[in-house]
């Protein structure tokens, strides 16, 4: 059993930062890929940032250039760098890791998500 906490979501302004983590415990053996998703008001969940275990980031297209992805394997967190906020932004944050426990046992967990406000 694998379980994510995310954090850091907060109220900010407009052209704010925030820097979102996501802790990943229980049995690990490797993180091979975390996801960071938002999802919105009346909106579908969507894939913001990845970054695999050999640190290989991706991009939404509309939060290139502003949000950076990062890993510290050592505390098994991921961060998500978000910097120029707009009220687009607006959603709660969701991480989502996958990888293998003990033994090889696959995993893919999700946290509980945390809420980000960008206010004009």
């Known amino acids: 059993q694998v379980q994510l906490v995310e954090s850091g979501g907060s109220l900010v302004q407009a052209g704010g930062s925030l820097r979102l983590s996501c802790a990943a415990s229980g049995s690990i ?3 091979n890929r975390v996801g960071w ?7 579908q969940r969507e894939l913001v940032a990845h970054i695999t275990v050999d640190s290989r980031t991706d991009y939404v297209d509309s939060v290139k250039g502003r949000f950076t992805v990062s890993r510290d394997n050592a505390k098994n ?7 120029s906020l707009k009220p687009d932004d607006t959603a709660v944050y969701y991480c989502n890791a996958n990888g293998l426990g003990p033994f090889g046992s696959p995993f893919d967990s999700w946290g509980q998500g945390t ?3 960008v206010s004009t």
């Open 29 to 31: 053996l490797i993180i």
């Open 37 to 43: 998703y938002r999802q919105a008001p009346g909106k």
């Open 77 to 83: 967190t991921v961060y998500l760098q978000m910097n």
């Open 115 to 117: 809420q980000v406000t």
